[in-house]
């Protein structure tokens, strides 16, 4: 068992240099708090950062009851964007820098300011602070993982698995809260779903993530992305794959996988 989160961490990245499949950290303990898992991945981005860039946003995973079911998890996680990791559509990825990738439907949001009281933010007052958002994909590395039985504490303190986004062009839309999207692989439809699944408004999955770091002495800065939870299933990428996600009223997001 690590006992502290350094030693934790630099397991964690060890076992991505090294690209062995996704387990539970050694010794993990079932008393052992998220709260601990959070502090673990600290240190973890810290030491992703010095190769990836700062932290320029967040990802909440695990908003929607189809992803809660996909990963047996009842409650919402968040992660790390660090600035190397931001691709802007049309974008292509190298599959080989993933164990395996996978890429998630999402809608991004970009904050102007941090929220005045990010503990009890309403959703008006964060509605207030979002300057555009934008169709995006997180690309996820879970590392071969068994989705059937997910040790959520060591989930979490690899970054909850966030391994970059491709963001489609920002725009300005007042009403996010019922937005249709689209999924296609390869010019084929392969699923869909709408904003509304995440937790009932993606503004709620930002007011989540507020209270989240307003609990570890921390806030969305201004100018950073959220990216608020995939609103169908994962899906695994192949090389040469194609894959465009189109929401209501945004440009569409374009990732291609080589």
């Not at 898992?37 to 995973?61: C, H, R």
């Not at 998630?104 to 207030?128: K, Q």
């Amino acid at each position: 068992m690590f006992e502290k989160p350094v030693e934790a961490a630099r397991w964690l990245l060890d076992a991505h240099l090294q690209r062995r499949a996704f387990t539970s950290i050694p010794g993990r303990q079932a008393n052992d708090s998220l709260s601990q898992a959070y502090d673990i991945q600290d240190t973890f981005v810290d030491m992703l950062a010095s190769q990836n860039g700062q932290p320029v946003g967040y990802k909440i995973g695990l908003t929607t009851p189809r992803m809660q079911e996909m990963c047996g998890i009842d409650h919402p996680i968040a992660g790390v964007v660090l600035a190397k990791r931001v691709h802007h559509s049309p974008a292509e990825v190298d599959s080989a820098e993933f164990v395996r990738l996978g890429v998630e439907c999402e809608l991004a949001v970009r904050l102007s300011r941090p929220t005045a009281n990010p503990g009890h933010a309403t959703l008006d007052e964060i509605n207030d602070t979002i300057l555009d958002v934008a169709a995006a994909f997180e690309l996820v590395e879970d590392r071969c993982a068994d989705y059937r039985a997910l040790d959520v504490h060591s989930l979490v303190a690899d970054n909850s698995w966030n391994g970059g986004i491709v963001l489609g062009k920002p725009a300005s839309l007042k009403d996010i809260g019922d937005l249709r999207g689209v999924l296609t692989i390869n010019d084929a439809t392969a699923d869909q779903g709408s904003t509304r699944d995440v937790l009932g408004h993606p503004l709620k999955a930002v007011a989540w993530l507020a209270r989240h770091l307003a609990e570890r002495g921390r806030a969305i800065k201004s100018g950073d992305w959220v990216m608020t939870g995939s609103v169908v299933p994962t899906k695994f990428a192949n090389r040469g794959d194609r894959f465009v996600l189109s929401i209501d009223g945004l440009d569409p997001a374009i990732l291609t996988v080589r």
